[in-house]
């Protein structure tokens, strides 16, 4: 079985993509378990699958490893022109912590007018290979206060579409399947599987 490297600096990031993937029966580990810390390319603002992709092959390339990398991002849809793609670089400019910097944007507005998304793009590189690329997507709504400790992230204000609790409100088992990098996850697998079929 393939033992992949996840292409990370995140340490909350590499453990959700490392539980993700083992969900998904796909066995990784952030790569600087094994390696220096690198500098990744500077990631664009118009793609999560180009961003991961770029971050994979890069990753790839210099360890000849096999390498999955992700981008994510938040999506509100009261805030089409902000977040998305560039969803930590925007936050990362506010004074506050990304899940408050979220909830100022929202400030006072109802239920009706909080849907939102999650949404990951995976690259899986390997020396010689095709990059393979998967996503999944999570629906929902953000809530008015952070609520959950099973995770973290903006897991305490985001509550999956038919779900009574936010994601970290719920435990792994129930959490993980319904994210967006666990579908992105089981989506990869299956076309991991169909690569070997060939």
Partial sequence: ????????????????LQACLALAGIEAVGYTTQYPAVTFPAEG????????QVKAEFLANLLHQPVIADDSGLELAALQNELGVTTQRDLASSSLS??????????DLPTDQRGA?????????????????????????????PRGQQSGGFDKIFQP?????TLAEMPASKRLPLTHRGQAALVLQQKLLMENDR
């Fill in 1 to 16: 079985m393939t033992k992949w490297l996840i292409a990370s600096n995140n340490s909350f990031k590499t453990a959700d």
């Fill in 45 to 52: 603002t118009a793609s999560y699958a180009v961003n991961a």
């Fill in 98 to 107: 990304t899940n408050a910097a979220v909830l100022a944007r929202l400030d």
């Fill in 117 to 145: 998304q999650m949404v990951t793009w995976l690259a899986a590189a390997r020396p010689n290979h095709a990059t393979i690329i998967s996503s999944g997507t999570v629906t929902g709504q953000i809530v008015m206060t």
């Fill in 161 to 165: 579409t038919g779900q009574a609790g």
